[in-house]
């Protein structure tokens, strides 16, 4: 019998090889649906390129590869990043960094020339900014200016945030932080332990305290029903060192998500306040669906996967 991660995978895997004409931004489909259209593929693409590097990469993302492989050979398809011009250098960026193998990479130089080179310093930014703009510009080979991890790591998300207590809940409804400082977390310990495949560099001490931080979060998940940070959290607590399964907070999180996923694999939106109707068109239902959907398979994958070693 599998397991509940297996499950959850092959789901949500299904779900997304169903519906990758919402994912190409020039299909019918996408231009029909008010989702962000590079957003979307982004993140498919970084479901791929975290996919290809397990011991045993799933067969169900064959033609979710296919497509960001055309994508990432289109010359039109960076064109989009400028549509969104608070998130453009990022999206370029993004795009360089998660180029397929074996394509004609002239597009992704010819973005990565056209970035702007302040984007690439740590001017402005806040210590989280600084660690998503140096994971990504080291796993695309780009020159910047942005600090060793080493010294970002003690005012990074991880390791400056601290819970609020029961009379200082920092959200209204009693949860440990703000959904932006929530997330925050996740993506932080997302790069600096590249999706699972190193260690995170934490200390002891900023270890426990992480490990506490990511535990009171996914309490509190559970309870609410917030099924996309959940599912990201899972994923955190992995990167820290933990089995998440072996945890009651991880394995109370897994069972939300499963009871979560409907019968088509997809878990319907955010959480259960935020999740589309059973009756929305179809791209209603996917902009509220595909990312944590996406979210939940990417989290299982890797957490299912053995540790590299």
């Not at 092959?10 to 994912?23: E, I, P, R, V």
């Not at 799933?58 to 497509?67: D, K, S, T, V």
């Not at 069972?255 to 979560?260: P, S």
């Not at 935020?274 to 179809?282: F, K, Q, R, T, V």
């Amino acid at each position: 019998m599998s397991s509940p991660l297996e499950r959850l995978c092959a789901g949500a895997l299904g779900w997304l090889g169903g519906n990758l004409d919402h994912f190409d931004p020039f299909s019918a489909s996408a231009r029909s649906a008010t989702h962000g259209k590079a957003k979307a593929a982004l993140e498919l693409a970084l479901l791929c390129h975290c996919a290809a590097r397990l011991a045993d990469p799933p067969e169900a993302l064959g033609e979710a590869g296919a497509l960001i492989r055309k994508l990432w050979q289109d010359p039109d398809f960076p064109r989009l990043f400028a549509d969104v011009p608070k998130h453009a250098s990022a999206y370029g960026l993004i795009y360089a960094a998660l180029a397929p193998t074996a394509i004609d990479t002239a597009q992704v130089r010819a973005t990565l020339a056209g970035l702007d080179p302040g984007f690439l310093t740590p001017r402005g930014k806040s210590p989280y900014q600084r660690i998503e703009i140096r994971h990504y510009a080291d796993k695309a080979g780009v020159r910047h200016t942005v600090e060793p991890y080493a010294e970002l790591l003690p005012h990074s998300p991880l390791v400056a945030f601290r819970a609020a207590g029961p009379k200082e809940a920092a959200a209204q409804d009693g949860a440990p932080l703000t959904g932006p400082q929530a997330y925050a977390v996740t993506h932080t310990a997302f790069y600096l332990g590249d999706f699972g495949r190193t260690a995170p560099g934490l200390g002891e001490d900023a270890l426990a305290h992480a490990g506490d931080l990511v535990d009171r979060l996914l309490r509190h998940c559970v309870g609410h029903e917030q099924w996309d940070l959940a599912a990201e959290l899972v994923l955190t607590r992995f990167i820290l060192g933990s089995e998440p399964l072996d945890t009651p907070s991880g394995a109370a999180a897994v069972e939300c998500l499963v009871r979560a996923q409907r019968p088509d694999g997809a878990i319907p939106g955010r959480s259960a306040a935020l999740a589309a109707h059973p009756s929305a068109p179809g791209g209603e239902f996917f902009r509220k669906a595909y990312h944590t959907t996406l979210v939940t398979a990417l989290m299982a994958l890797i957490v299912s996967s053995p540790r590299p070693s």
